[in-house]
């Protein structure tokens, strides 16, 4: 009896001890979160230094950057963080056609900068950002950065423009035509929330004991019928994460698997611990979650 109650002894504390480390992960992501949104923040300001983009490498993600970008574009600020010119006239279409290559280019992200120098800059040092998350990082040197010198004499062409947008190579048999404008600008907004969804979701299912297959598919139905505007795809990494969280309950209305990964008392701990990060009671989350909810009829 006595060895039963000390073996139960220890679970209890040993069960503590993996709450507590726990809650110390999520604490530590949310403040390296934090710390990355500043460093977003200070990547909006007219012109940034060049030492500052290099060492700002090791503090953001991917994400962060292409935030940084999207963010200086509705300033009408170049993308490449480094530039201080305002963008001129920005075309309205999505794709260019190139005669002399038959191929179809996507402009999306050209549209993003002033040149195809920034363009170009831009995304050199984007492929430079570690793809590891930012709370792995102790475990690895960070990157040694390198920026895109302006070659003396560079001149820019509108050849040039189409030859060096990102090509998404299409059969000419099977041409993908320029959308109109509203149908593109939804496509562009329903991309945009699919990606941040994800991005975050990666960040949880597996605390939950689930995969992105469980949930990609009835998540890309469900943003099919949101209504976007150009405000409110804008939003900062927590809030991303809330609305991730959000769905996922939503999800589980619609998938028998995701419903029962929600009801396993890991499940329930691990997202309370998230809200409590957040700021957020469980209440709040069933509040957000009714507000997207179809009403009785």
């Excluded at 507590?20 to 390296?32: I, N």
């Excluded at 191929?103 to 050209?110: L, M």
Aim: charged share 25%; net charge neutral; hydrophobic share 35%.
């Amino acid at each position: 009896m006595a060895g039963g109650k000390c073996t139960k002894a220890l679970t209890d504390e040993e069960e503590e001890k993996r709450r507590e480390d726990l809650r110390e992960k999520l604490r530590e992501k949310l403040e390296l979160e934090k710390s990355s949104l500043k460093v977003v923040e200070r990547l909006l300001e007219d012109s940034v230094a060049a030492d500052f983009l290099v060492d700002c490498a090791k503090f953001i993600t991917t994400d962060n950057y292409k935030d940084a970008v999207e963010e200086r574009f509705i300033a009408k600020l170049c993308g490449y963080p480094l530039c201080p010119n305002k963008l001129g006239k920005i075309p309205s279409q999505q794709y260019k056609i190139s005669t002399k290559t038959n191929k179809v280019y996507d402009i999306t992200e050209r549209k993003c900068f002033c040149s195809n120098f920034c363009y170009k800059a831009s995304k050199t040092f984007e492929l430079q950002i570690s793809p590891t998350p930012l709370w792995l990082r102790h475990h690895e040197s960070p990157p040694e950065i390198t920026l895109m010198k302006k070659r003396d004499g560079y001149v820019q062409s509108k050849l040039q423009f189409i030859m060096d947008v990102t090509v998404q190579d299409q059969c000419m048999k099977d041409p993908v035509l320029p959308l109109v404008d509203s149908c593109a600008q939804h496509l562009i907004q329903k991309r945009i929330t699919v990606d941040k969804i994800s991005s975050c979701l990666r960040n949880i299912v597996g605390s939950l004991h689930l995969t992105m297959s469980n949930v990609s598919t009835d998540l890309n139905n469900l943003v099919r019928t949101f209504r976007f505007t150009n405000t409110n795809v804008i939003h900062k990494t927590p809030e991303w994460t809330l609305i991730a969280v959000v769905l996922l309950h939503l999800l589980s209305e619609v998938s028998p698997v995701v419903q029962e990964a929600l009801k396993t008392p890991a499940s329930v701990e691990y997202l309370s611990t998230l809200m409590d990060e957040l700021g957020l009671q469980e209440q709040d989350l069933l509040n957000l979650v009714q507000l997207f909810k179809t009403p009785p009829q």
